[in-house]
């Protein structure tokens, strides 16, 4: 964990920084994703596959006569890439684009794989929405069955993964378990991460109750989006051995970037990318 701490800290998060508006994509600020896997008994070899979906909703440029445009923008980054994006250096960097002139959507596109994808060490999908696209854009809330009912106790507040149990006495189920009471902090600055979060699988019945007693305990706890739903992921597994798992989180933004990880040990349809109520 230190050494991702202190990369984080190295970064521009929680630090004031001056907003620079001339095209700089030396303002990315990498962190490799393998110091926190370590943390949680992940090697080289992953458990898992799947991306990072970072949607961009505040991304603004200048056409070549100096007219400004705007678009949205999702990322997806492959969950296999070295390194992530410190989400703070990835606002300063869109922001870098507001008074640079760009010759067209296409090379704006192209820029922004080129960038991304050296920053974190792997090839980059990149999707531009225009403003006349906008209104076919919809919402979605997750598929599954909402936990949140439940009448529980709680009295955890930091990941207990020993909370999770699964239901010996039953035998193998299919089910999607979903949940909008996920709540982490950010490693460095202490800022909350709201997020709605989906557990599908296949194996012994995961406890309802236990589940989300454990997903509540994440709600003091300091880590990336992305760390958390890989430390679902592996807490789920060791304590219940599903044949199939895949945890999807969809975090709500901040500086006008959301982050949404999907993990998956079978081959799951990959997310459709829908924005909930409260992204």
Known sequence: MTDTLNAAQASPLGKTVSYITEYDPSLLF????????????????????????WNGYEVSWLNLRGKPQIALVTF???????????????????NSFNQTKVESI???????????G???????????SEPEQFGALKFGELKG??????????????????ILFCDESDGTTTEMLTSNLLKSNCLVTG?????????QYVGKPINRESLLRY????RNHNEFHEQCVERIFVDIMRACSPMKLAVYARYTRRGGLDINPFR?????EFPSNLRGARQ
């Open 30 to 53: 990498p962190i490799a994703r393998q110091g926190k896997r370590d943390e949680i008994g992940i090697g080289a070899q992953l458990p898992f596959m799947g991306l990072d979906i």
């Open 76 to 94: 997806q980054i492959p969950a296999d890439s070295p390194n992530i994006v410190e989400s703070k250096s990835f606002k300063l960097y869109l």
């Open 106 to 116: 296409d090379k704006l596109a192209e820029i922004l794989r080129a960038d991304i």
């Open 118 to 128: 050296a920053a974190v060490g792997a090839v980059v999908q990149v999707k531009i």
């Open 145 to 162: 069955y909402c936990i949140d009912n439940l009448d529980i106790e709680v009295d955890q507040y930091s990941p207990q993964p020993d």
């Open 191 to 199: 800022q909350p991460d709201w997020a709605s979060v989906q557990i």
């Open 215 to 218: 997903l509540i305990s994440f």
């Open 264 to 268: 998956s040990n079978f081959n799951a």
